[in-house]
């Protein structure tokens, strides 16, 4: 079992930055993909970003790449969502996930998922 809680959303302006960090817990979950997504209201849950297992790959949804950067602090049990140059079409429900499915980018290859932090970004 795997508990995730997320936090550092906020309401920013178009171009700042904000960092997410999702905390993790349970004694596997270093082992699994640790990926990000977000959802907007009347639109599909989009892959964000996914800090893969143990080899460490990383991987971005072509709306953010670029800008986002995914991180890990295993010390912490942390992982992070750095977001520069923010714009209003970031702006969504960011949630945190863990699984181990192939398919890192669909949603539906997720076990765990926190409850998500709002991030919303004025023009």
């Known amino acids: 079992q795997v508990q995730l809680v997320e936090s550092g959303g906020g309401l920013v302006q178009a171009g700042a930055s904000l960092r997410l960090s999702c905390a993790a817990s349970?004694?596997?979950?270093?082992?699994?993909?640790m990926g990000w997504f977000r959802q907007a209201p009347g639109k599909e849950r989009q892959f964000v970003a996914v800090?893969?297992?143990?080899?460490?790959?990383?991987y971005y949804g072509d709306s953010v790449k670029g800008r986002f950067t995914i991180s890990r602090d295993n010390a912490k049990d942390t992982v992070y969502l750095q977001m520069n140059s923010l714009k209003p079409d970031d702006a969504a429900v960011y949630y945190c996930?863990?699984?181990?499915?192939?398919?890192?980018?669909?949603?539906?290859?997720?076990?765990?998922w926190g409850q998500g932090t709002q991030v919303t970004v004025s023009s």
């Open positions: 996930a863990c699984g181990a499915g192939d398919r890192y980018d669909y949603w539906g290859q997720y076990d765990y």
């Open positions: 800090y893969m297992g143990s080899a460490g790959n990383r």
């Open positions: 349970g004694r596997t979950w270093r082992t699994l993909n």
